[in-house]
């Protein structure tokens, strides 16, 4: 029930938020906030079964059954049991993943999980590049197309096209080997460092996420683009989808883990809320 509560109250904050935020583009009766009848819930998640696309050297997902039958006493009754890397299908790479001494999952402020957001989509620069790299020209070109900066405190979405390929793991990862010798064959769209320290300098993003299995690029080394976020404490939320269903403005997202002591990741349902009059 405290779960259930807890819930709850983010979806009031969130509610409260959209009106302030669209205020001027929807006259609300006696101020209320709008509700879910007004909102448009989008799924940016992938679920979990032994299809999930995990890092080629990560421990996949398994499900076991313990029960699903009827009792001796007149009711039904389903369990499992599961296990899982922390860093597969649809997951958050909290700091600690790439730096050290910084937060780890359950220490992420919700603050940094929850709030408005903006998408950034380069599908078709992205199409047919598997190796695309999302520059600051890429940044730039949506700022100059909105008329505004990436909004200070906003969530960074990344549309690389590439989640089309889900859960293929020769098209999505660029090889459906396994092991150390697969890690040479990755092929997929990240964010480039330069881009990610420009964002660093120059705007104030509290997380961001992409639709392909890492924000570098398959054929990265040193995980560049990581070290630049996690180092600053920005969580990245990685193999999203549904991307194009999203606006490029005007919505807010809710990222909530698996909360890990001591995680470096975690499995993450994210989900996006788009007001009905911003889609239309």
Request: overall charge negative; charged content about 25%.
């Amino acid at each position: 029930m405290k779960f259930l509560y807890r819930f709850y109250f983010v979806f009031v904050i969130l509610l409260t938020t959209f009106s302030c935020q669209h205020k001027e583009s929807q006259v609300q009766k006696h101020n209320e906030p709008l509700s879910l009848d007004d909102l448009e819930l989008i799924d940016l998640s992938h679920s979990y079964s032994r299809e999930t696309v995990y890092w080629v050297t990560a421990k996949e997902f398994k499900l076991d059954t313990v029960a699903y039958a009827k009792t001796d006493k007149g009711f039904f009754y389903a369990a499992n049991n599961f296990e899982t890397a922390e860093h597969g299908g649809t997951h958050i790479d909290a700091p600690i993943h790439f730096a050290e001494g910084k937060q780890t999952v359950d220490e992420i402020p919700l603050k940094r999980l929850i709030g408005k957001a903006v998408k950034i989509d380069v599908s078709e620069k992205a199409n047919g590049n598997v190796d695309y790299l999302i520059s600051v020209e890429d940044l730039i070109a949506w700022e100059t197309k909105h008329k505004q900066e990436i909004p200070e405190e906003s969530i960074l979405l990344l549309e690389s096209g590439h989640s089309k390929f889900y859960p293929n793991k020769l098209d999505y990862l660029g090889t459906d080997e396994r092991g150390e010798e697969a890690i040479s064959k990755l092929h997929f769209p990240g964010l480039d460092p330069e881009a990610a320290e420009w964002l660093i300098n120059n705007r104030k993003i509290k997380s961001i996420g992409i639709d392909t299995p890492s924000i570098d690029y398959g054929q990265s080394e040193y995980f560049k683009t990581h070290v630049i976020l996690l180092r600053e404490n920005i969580p990245v939320f990685e193999n999203l989808t549904n991307l194009s269903k999203l606006p490029e403005s005007g919505f807010s997202l809710m990222a909530l883990p698996m909360k890990i002591k001591g995680g470096s990741g975690a499995p993450l349902r994210i989900v996006a809320l788009v007001p009905n009059n911003v889609l239309n």
